[in-house]
Structure formats: structure tokens, C-alpha cells
């Protein structure tokens, strides 16, 4: 099947040097996957802002947040024996792990969903307490009866866990701490109560036993989580033989729950997949792509801070066009158009020709 995302020819929509760092001192690594909604007719970007020290020859810097929320830095010789610096996005220093960058969610918004700037007024979401002393990262947004709830990956030497915010005016917000902890991350909340009861996508994952899988969990007030159920577990062989995770809030169509997500394979390529669930039992899965909707391909998707990467976790719904945002080779923002319907043919639905 072929790549079925309409690339925005004005990829990529956001480089690092858009934007500037948020203390001096620190520089823009890469800005990766957003979370998006819409507010007072406009498109807005929760963008994940990774940011490093600037570096010096034969130094690793380490930064992190005290429990008060003030950057702090790790400062370590590149030749110390108890330093591990293989990986660009973790140090592991005296036997512990470290994020190369920290990061926090930066507020963009845009009236023609393309050209996006930051607005006075609505200030950047940074990581408080000792929870997400690492990072706060990979935030998904849903309106939920008048609020939008902001799910997140919160990262520290605790582990990574899933936070939340909830706001009504994007300037103040109500935190309601770690809802999911570690190993837990990619909480994607439906954007409607089923039987009166929220419901999310999620992703426990384990070193030793079982695999990063996609996960369902129901609520009574969107805090205290059970039935937890595997529904999606990642296939040898395939483009998600290595891991898979929920993307943005299931898309509520005529035949199911639309959920675009994402998978990589043994070789770290992240692709983007679709999944159908049952209307009023999510944990049915009525059908999931054998190939998948879109495949880093483009120069800016195959070549960045980590290649080979599309990876999304905020879209806009306008009747049968899905706008999906996305991070290309963890470093860039990007967009692309797809055909709810045409996705919905591929698994086998919908009335779309030639699918």
C-alpha cells in the first residue's frame, strides 16, 4: 500500500532557530512531536522543546531541574570510565540514566494552520518537582467537556512516568500529578466519556518481561485508572516488530474509534500505522494496518537529531480531512493531510475506490 500522507510543501513548519532557548546559556536541540487543539479559531502547537547545554570539547553536560523547577547542571569529563555517552538522547553516568537535553512545552498557534508563532501571554509548561525533574515531554491534548486535558510523559531518576494538566484558558492550569507511574508513557485520552466513563490508550512497558505495547484503561474522573487491557502488542517481522504506542485522541467515525499510531522495527524506524476499536468496547480491535499510512521518506524525516523517525501525537479532525502534526527525525515539526475515509479503507471500511 502506498504512503498515504499528503506532505505540507512548507515542511518543515518549525526548525530549532525558530524558536529561542528558554534561559541563557542553553541552546534549541530539536523540537519534537506536538500536541494540538484548537482554540479561539485558531490551531495551536504544544510543541516538545529539547534543550542542552552549549557544549565545551572533552565536557558532557548533564541538565536537570531541582525540586523547585531551576535548571541545574551535571558537569562530567568526556574520559570519566563511569560515563557512557553513546546515545544522543541518554547519558548513563555511575550506573545511572540522564537525558542529554531537558525539555518543556512551548504554546504556538497559527490562523492558517501553516505559519505558527508564539503568542504574549501564554507562557512555556516546565517540568516542577522532583517527578519530572528530567523532562516533561510528548504531550497529547483533548477537549473534554469544556476542559482540555494535557497528558505527558514526565521523566526523572524515579523513572518515567504520565502526568497531567488541566486548563479551560491555557494561561492557568490545575496539576493533577502523576496519573500513570513508571514505566508508563504515550496516554492518549478518547475525546469522549463511553458508558459514562473516561477512557485512555496508554503504554506500560517492562525491561525484563512483555514489550512496549498499547495498553486500555478506564476511569471514573479521569485520575484513578483500572481494567487495564492489552489490545495491541508489536508483530515479528514487520514495521512494528519493536515497539508501537498510541498517538493522539481516537477519532470517534461510523464504523469505530480511528486510532493512528505509531511503530518502529528493529532498526529504530518509526512509521505510522492506523487501528479500528469497537465504538462501545475499545478493547475490541476491529482491524490495524498490515502496512503502514506513512513512512519516513523525506530528506527532513530521514535526517535529523534521530532518523528515520515520523511520529505524531496531535492532529485536527475537519470532516474527512485529518490534519496530522508530527515530528520528523526527532528534531523538526511538520505537517501532512490524510483521508479519514481512505485510512478507513485501507483496514477494509469506508467506501473509498481503489483501496
Known amino acids: 500500500m502506498k504512503d498515504l500522507a499528503q506532505r505540507f510543501p512548507e515542511n518543515p513548519l518549525l526548525l530549532p532557530k525558530d524558536l529561542s532557548p528558554s534561559a541563557s546559556g542553553l541552546q534549541i536541540i530539536c523540537l519534537l512531536n506536538p500536541g494540538v487543539f484548537r482554540f479561539e479559531g485558531k490551531t495551536w502547537l504544544l510543541v516538545r522543546v529539547a534543550e542542552s547545554v552549549k557544549q565545551v570539547e572533552g565536557w558532557a553536560f548533564i541538565p536537570l531541574l531541582n525540586d523547585e523547577g531551576i535548571l541545574e547542571i551535571i558537569e562530567v569529563p568526556l574520559n570519566d570510565p563511569d560515563l557512557i555517552a553513546s546515545d544522543p538522547r541518554v547519558f548513563n553516568y555511575q550506573g545511572l540514566d540522564y537525558l542529554t537535553t531537558v525539555s518543556h512545552l512551548r504554546l504556538l498557534s497559527s490562523e492558517d494552520g501553516v505559519h505558527f508563532q508564539e503568542e504574549a501571554g501564554y507562557p512555556g509548561i516546565f517540568g516542577q518537582g522532583k517527578l519530572e525533574r528530567f523532562s516533561i515531554e510528548d504531550c497529547r491534548v483533548v477537549l473534554l467537556d469544556g476542559k482540555y486535558y ?8 524515579n523513572g518515567v512516568g504520565v502526568g497531567m494538566q488541566i486548563t479551560t484558558d491555557w494561561k492557568h492550569f490545575e496539576r493533577k500529578g502523576m496519573i500513570l507511574p513508571p514505566h508508563n508513557k504515550d496516554v492518549a485520552l478518547f475525546e ?48 512494528d516488530s519493536a515497539r508501537v504506542g498510541a498517538g493522539a485522541a481516537p477519532i470517534k467515525t461510523e464504523h469505530g474509534w480511528l486510532e493512528i499510531y505509531h511503530g518502529a522495527d528493529a532498526e529504530h524506524r518509526y512509521c505510522l500505522g492506523a487501528l479500528l476499536l469497537d465504538l462501545h468496547d475499545p478493547s475490541i480491535v476491529l482491524a490495524r494496518s498490515i502496512e503502514p499510512i506513512m513512512v519516513p521518506t523525506e530528506k527532513y524525516e530521514l535526517s535529523g537529531f534521530f532518523g528515520f523517525v515520523v511520529f505524531t501525537n496531535g492532529h485536527v479532525v475537519e470532516g474527512d480531512r485529518l490534519t496530522i502534526y508530527y515530528g520528523a527525525a526527532d528534531e523538526f515539526v511538520c505537517g501532512a493531510h490524510f483521508s479519514i475515509n481512505e485510512i478507513l479503507g485501507s483496514l477494509g471500511f469506508g467506501v473509498f475506490p481503489g483501496v
Open 150 to 157: 494535557l497528558t505527558y510523559t514526565a521523566v526523572s531518576d
Open 192 to 239: 469522549e466519556k463511553i458508558n459514562g466513563k473516561f477512557y485512555a490508550l496508554h503504554r506500560p512497558s517492562s525491561k525484563d518481561i512483555g514489550g512496549n505495547y498499547i495498553w486500555l484503561a478506564e476511569s471514573p474522573d479521569g485520575l484513578h485508572w483500572g481494567n487495564h487491557q492489552c489490545i495491541i502488542k508489536s508483530r515479528p517481522g514487520m514495521w
